[in-house]
């Protein structure tokens, strides 16, 4: 009966149909997002045993637990930050060979200091190459300074165009084992988040420049690692919690999706679905009425701490 009413009805028939699909749609992407948190970790030996990587920001927070986690595996980590100091001491924690490399990134409008990069870089044979290095300014636009402003655009974008740039032909002569580069992004370049408005401007950027350069070089892997909140200094070290976790988690959920775009640790992968799920309006509301104002005290607290200390 039902069946005969449809046919009837050649408008709803097709209205039938296309909600039919939407909801296959779906469910093949709730799969999706299924597979993504139970996958097997991905086999790092792909990438040549005894091989390079090299890590931008690798001085502390994200940059220095990827050290550590991938030194563990057997590779071999050039470490690349401002910090020759602090450099020093992530290489004594390291199981494996290291080489320091000093760049400030601030100084990223000298296009001197990628040459000198890849100087010392020199004939070693990276597998891996992760853009890690970041700056923020998280306030409303009008009173961020313009200093600020050039910093967060200066260290987020020109970094990860220009080492994509320098390490893409080196990557291409390794032929026996699979090359990759990971572009650390952030959520925020997924979503377009209020206070955070250059620091996610700049982050979309990489976003961007990471899909084009995967689709234009697919015999190399060329993904994003796209954190929600990290407890760094870049979030003054807030403690973490259901929605921030630690750098080592952090790095964890890199290793283990390896070759894939992913926001790493499941938790953000959680938070991830959800808030690109939300109405952009609702979570507009909710980072400027309730989450904002709370980190900006934190961070306004965890400045006058630091004054007073010294």
């Given at each position: 009966m039902f069946s005969e009413y449809i046919k009837a009805y050649p408008k709803f028939q097709t209205l039938l149909y296309i909600l039919g699909i939407l909801g296959l749609l779906k469910c093949t992407k709730m799969l999706w997002?299924?597979?993504?948190?139970?996958?097997?970790?991905?086999?790092?030996?792909?990438?040549?045993?005894?091989?390079?990587?090299?890590?931008?920001?690798?001085?502390?927070?994200?940059?220095?637990?990827?050290?550590?986690?991938?030194?563990?595996?057997g590779f071999k980590i050039i470490l690349v930050a401002r910090t020759r100091s602090k450099l020093e001491a992530v290489a004594q924690q390291l199981q494996t060979e290291?080489?320091?490399?000093?760049?400030?990134?601030?100084?990223?409008?000298?296009?001197?200091?990628?040459?000198?990069?890849?100087?010392?870089?020199?004939?070693?044979?990276?597998?891996?190459?992760?853009?890690?290095?970041?700056?923020?300014?998280?306030?409303?636009?009008?009173?961020?300074?313009?200093?600020?402003?050039?910093?967060?655009?200066?260290?987020?974008?020109?970094?990860?165009?220009?080492?994509?740039?320098?390490?893409?032909?080196?990557?291409?002569?390794?032929?026996?084992?699979?090359?990759?580069?990971?572009?650390?992004?952030?959520?925020?370049?997924?979503?377009?988040?209020?206070?955070?408005?250059?620091?996610?401007?700049?982050?979309?950027?990489?976003?961007?420049?990471?899909?084009?350069?995967?689709?234009?070089?697919?015999?190399?892997?060329?993904?994003?690692l796209r954190p929600s909140e990290v407890s760094t200094n870049m979030t003054f070290n807030r403690k973490p919690d259901l929605m921030t976790i630690t750098p080592s988690d952090c790095a964890d959920g890199l290793l283990k999706r390896m070759g894939w775009n992913t926001n790493g640790h499941w938790n953000h992968e959680i938070q991830a679905e959800f808030y690109l799920f939300a109405p952009r309006w609702l979570f507009n509301w909710v980072m400027i009425k309730f989450i904002a104002p709370q980190w900006m005290k934190e961070r306004a607290s965890t400045t006058d701490t630091q004054k007073k200390n010294n």
């Open positions: 997002f299924i597979w993504k948190l139970m996958r097997p970790s991905t086999n790092l030996k792909k990438y040549g045993n005894g091989s390079w990587v090299c890590i931008t920001g690798a001085s502390d927070g994200i940059g220095k637990q990827l050290a550590m986690k991938f030194s563990q595996k290291s080489h320091i490399i000093v760049a400030d990134f601030a100084q990223s409008m000298d296009i001197k200091l990628f040459d000198k990069i890849m100087d010392e870089v020199g004939e070693r044979d990276v597998s891996i190459v992760i853009n890690n290095v970041g700056a923020d300014a998280f306030n409303r636009f009008h009173l961020i300074s313009d200093e600020e402003i050039y910093k967060t655009i200066i260290v987020n974008c020109l970094p990860v165009t220009m080492l994509c740039k320098r390490f893409i032909p080196q990557l291409l002569r390794r032929r026996s084992h699979k090359s990759a580069i990971v572009n650390v992004t952030s959520l925020a370049g997924q979503i377009p988040t209020p206070y955070f408005n250059v620091y996610s401007a700049s982050k979309s950027y990489g976003e961007y420049l990471t899909s084009t350069l995967s689709a234009e070089y697919p015999e190399l892997e060329v993904f994003a």
